[in-house]
DNA sequence: GTAACCAGTATCATGTAGTATACCAGTAAT
DNA sequence: ATTACTGGTATACTACATGATACTGGTTAC
């Protein structure tokens, strides 16, 4: 029961660190929805400034979960795009919203159950 | 792809509140592995302060994720243990560490997969 | 030429999560 | 009587994430 539990302890904290910030999933949600443009994501997110966006943006392509790709059109044109590995996050999301929806009965309701 | 997405949304926001902080998962994983007195648990947490852990635990006990029982013997003990609602957090906990894991390996070794 | 879009950057202000440190009341052992 | 444990609280400080606001350089349209 310990061991590894180091190990997983790091990975766990990886993966907090990733969501960590206030936008990093209406981030995610806005691109895995579709959304490319840097305009488009803003205007999708109610509230965030362009700062953060930048700043997120620009973690998020180091973190090799979104591929920037500048055409040379004219005016230029940046597009943002998931790579697999942002939407293999999927799952994660899915487990959290799962509990979260749990976790709102019982904290809302008192726990009847066990 | 929408409609119910504002409450999915909600669900995510409620998981991610609760596990905010950076004690949280230690001191989840520090009762889940048998530890239940406070200093016990403080002792099990390198680098967390009274302060933190007291507070964090109030909260986790307003949460229902904690049971709070004081023993009135002498000397009082009190002992902090995991509710059902706590350890079912378990499998968000599965999934964020699968998905640590290969998170690191694609940041750190760069992509070689699509 | 000026207004409006694009994709951002720069600078400063603020709030809150977290840290550091000391302390309290009670019990027990030496 | 003093040291060390228990389960905490109180006060003060600080750093970092975020917010607010303004600005840049280029393009297109009127």
Redesign the pocket.
């Known amino acids: 029961m310990a061991r590894n539990q180091q190990q997983e302890l790091k990975a766990l904290q990886d993966t907090l660190y990733f969501i960590?910030?206030?936008?990093r999933i209406p981030i995610i949600n806005s691109i895995c929805n579709g959304n490319r443009?840097?305009?488009?994501i803003e205007r999708s997110i109610p509230?965030?400034?362009?700062?953060?966006l930048?700043k997120e943006l620009?973690e998020m392509e180091q973190s090799k979960l979104l591929k920037?790709t500048v055409y040379d059109e004219?005016?230029?044109?940046?597009e943002y795009a998931p790579t697999e590995h942002c939407r293999s996050f999927g799952k994660v999301i899915a487990e959290m919203i799962r509990w979260g929806k749990g976790h709102r009965e019982v904290v809302i309701r008192g726990n009847k159950a066990k």
């Not at 509230?47 to 953060?52: C, D, E, W, Y």
């Open positions: 960590g910030g206030k936008w443009r840097f305009r488009e509230g965030i400034t362009t700062r953060m930048s620009k920037r004219t005016p230029v044109l940046v």
